[in-house]
């Protein structure tokens, strides 16, 4: 990992007008994104990591407001114009969303879409654009390349669908991918395809990723570093190696903690999180989590734990300093 | 076994997708191509698989809301798949579902109280009267973890998790003897998903209760299941009990689907990345012949192309593969 920040958030607010109040989808989010490095966002549905990727790109809906500073290479984006983040948008940061069947347009046929960023970016001639186009499915390892670029979305697997996104994604060679739950819809051995291939075009293109899951195991196989997000606030982070096992905050233990493992007893209880996560139109005043924390203490309904440094790179949002491990597993 | 609950023997679904074209050939799919397994009283009976095995599809046949092209469904030793609408409909009260999404599978426009009372309203309209149907239905509420003032909501206003236990409680409140579970946590959050296989697993417990558990999880479906069954293409390739099933799984399939799981302990993922299964999942329409995973399976030989392996025992489990024990002993 190089120190030098392709993307610094500096307390950033992500919020909705709605007509069931404000929504606030990200409240004070702090993060940094090197080059070459893969990010994982974890949080539940509802949390604001989604939010907070497209609020990278300046992608949220209309009714939502930005606040706080997002700077690209020293660039702010937040409050950018539209010619601005045009230029960066596919060509310096490229997005891949989950359901590839939903992102790719189904009347245009797989070669279009393709060479449309780098006919837009680049000004590239099209017969150099199809031949780039054939290169990149090559590197996601579709077979016949040349043939799929004819093809329609609806004539590929899921699978195949989502290394045509990748291609699309990689094709002007950014130094930032965005991935939003890129392996959710697919099947598990499908899944496990998607992940070598991420992680085999990261090291052969230097590229970064910052990708958004629920999933724990993704996040163990592919991170290097992890934000836990929980009702719009990161709430913890750090290495992969800080969150999985000195993880410090009641939240990320409860999640850990809260997946079937394969070698389990069927005796034994799945641990749980008692409660539901938050509505993000109705958040309380001081901690997210603490209707649903297992060491609540009243301080935590009165103020919001700022993100404080545990060790190195690793920070918490939590008032509570005891230990985590030696607690009673909570059982809902 | 005849004292099984359920007994299904040979079943097939099939959809036709008409011809292909004007003078084309009829074009069938096969989505469950001649399943037999049996559940005893009491047991959970994982089905797993990847999208488009027909798990799905099994479960809806045998809740005869698919209907079945062929085979049997012995439910307390009657075929279902022989009712008239009337008969089944009476079976239906010892038969439920749960479905994957329950915001969707859950009327809008009726309260939380009407949804789990229908059941009971529909089966014991004129017998029992409007209190005990509430009695009830408090009860109910109040077993699978929901409060007494919500029975008035509607659906909309409860999270995904807090939803399921509403369809769960509309499943079991006529104190049904078996219960198909269609994904009943794909669509839930991690914490709630632990959550609501605890809560059917309790259940199971207490009410005798017998599951068939459908989801692509295995690891929950390990979990819950005291068997589990492995579909591929509308075929089993493996029947084995659960601990058997993980610890030394025979088919190769099997294996390829356990390698795949990320381990969510970032050394052991390091050392052990999942592994992809190559290749695409080939066309229910057009199968390929003999073995249906040959087309994948890193084993397949002449014989696999030539012959459909059958359901046999190997080692204590069911494996439909013709090279189960060489490949078990490499």
Redesign the interface.
């Known amino acids: 990992m190089t120190s030098e920040a392709l993307i610094e958030v500096r307390s950033l607010d992500i919020e909705f007008t709605t007509p069931d109040g404000l929504v606030r989808a990200g409240t004070g989010l702090d993060l940094d994104i090197h080059a070459g490095e893969f990010v994982g966002i974890v949080g539940e549905s509802g949390s604001g990591k989604s939010q907070l990727l497209l609020a990278l790109l300046g992608l949220n809906a209309k009714n939502g407001r930005l606040r706080g500073s997002i700077r690209y290479r020293g660039t702010e984006l937040v409050g950018a114009g539209k010619n601005e983040l045009g230029r960066i948008r596919g060509d310096r940061i490229s997005m891949i969303f989950q359901d590839p069947m939903t992102a790719l347009n189904p009347h245009l046929r797989i070669g279009r879409q393709l060479t449309e960023g780098l006919q837009r970016h680049r000004k590239t001639t099209a017969a150099a654009a199809r031949a780039r186009a054939v290169e990149m499915l090559r590197a996601v390892h579709l077979t016949e390349p040349e043939r799929r670029l004819d093809q329609y979305p609806h004539e590929l697997s899921g699978g195949m669908r989502q290394r045509v996104m990748i291609a699309m994604a990689l094709i002007c060679e950014p130094e930032l991918i965005l991935a939003d739950e890129p392996t959710t819809a697919l099947d598990v051995t499908v899944q496990a395809q998607i992940l070598e291939l991420l992680q085999e075009l990261r090291q052969r293109f230097g590229t970064a990723v910052v990708m958004v899951t629920h999933d724990l195991g993704v996040v163990a196989q592919i991170a290097d570093r992890v934000a836990v997000m929980y009702g719009g606030r990161i709430v913890e982070r750090g290495d992969v190696d800080d969150i999985f096992y000195r993880s410090r905050h009641p939240y990320t233990e409860g999640l850990r903690r809260a997946i079937p493992r394969l070698g389990e007893d069927r005796a034994a209880r799945l641990a749980t999180i008692p409660g539901n996560p938050p509505n993000l139109a109705q958040l309380p005043r001081g901690c997210p989590f603490a209707p649903r924390c297992a060491y609540h203490m009243p301080r935590c309904d009165a103020e919001m734990p700022t993100l404080e440094t545990v060790a190195g790179t690793h920070r918490k949002a939590c008032f509570y300093d005891g230990p985590l491990a030696d607690a009673p597993e909570v059982l809902a | 076994m005849s004292n099984a609950l359920l007994s299904v023997r040979d079943l097939r679904v099939q959809f036709d997708l008409g011809r292909d074209g004007w003078f084309g050939a009829r074009r069938v799919l096969h989505a469950v191509g001649g399943v037999s397994f049996e559940l005893a009283r009491g047991e959970t009976l994982g089905i797993v698989g990847?999208?488009g095995c027909g798990k799905s599809s099994l479960a809806r046949a045998i809740l005869r809301l698919t209907p079945a092209s062929g085979g049997q469904i012995s439910f307390q030793g009657e075929d279902l798949l022989r009712l008239d609408a009337e008969a089944m409909r009476q079976r239906r009260r010892a038969l439920q579902p749960i479905f994957q999404d329950p915001l969707a599978s859950l009327n809008p426009r009726m309260t939380v109280g009407e949804i789990i009372g229908e059941p009971l309203r529909a089966f014991f309209s004129s017998t029992m009267p409007r209190d005990e149907r509430r009695q009830r239905v408090l009860a109910m509420m109040q077993r699978v973890?929901l409060l007494p003032n919500q029975i008035n909501r509607y659906a909309h206003e409860f999270?995904?998790?807090?939803a399921q236990r509403i369809g769960i409680a509309r499943a079991l409140v006529l104190e049904p003897e078996l219960v198909v579970c269609d994904e009943p946590v794909s669509a839930l959050?991690?914490?709630?998903?632990?959550?609501i296989?605890?809560l059917l697993?309790d259940l199971q417990e207490e009410m005798g209760l017998s599951l068939l558990f459908v989801a692509?999880?295995?690891?929950?479906v390990?979990?819950?299941?005291?068997r589990v069954m492995v579909l591929y293409l509308g075929r089993v390739m493996e029947l084995a009990d659960?601990d058997a099933l993980?610890r030394a799984p025979q088919h190769p399939y099997t294996r390829?689907?356990?390698?795949?799981?990320?381990?969510?302990?970032?050394?052991r993922?390091?050392a052990h990345?999942?592994?992809?299964?190559?290749g695409?999942?080939p066309s229910p329409v057009t199968p390929p012949s003999g073995c249906v995973f040959r087309t994948r399976c890193p084993h397949a030989r002449a014989r696999c192309t030539e012959e459909v392996p059958a359901l046999r025992s190997v080692g204590g489990s069911q494996v439909a593969c013709h090279f189960a024990e060489e490949l078990t002993a490499d």
């Open positions: 990847e999208s973890g999270s995904g998790g807090q959050d991690v914490s709630i998903k632990s959550q296989i605890n697993q692509h999880d295995l690891a929950a390990r979990h819950i299941s005291h659960r993980y390829a689907l356990i390698a795949a799981i990320p381990d969510p302990d970032p050394r993922a390091r990345p999942a592994k992809p299964l190559g695409e999942p």
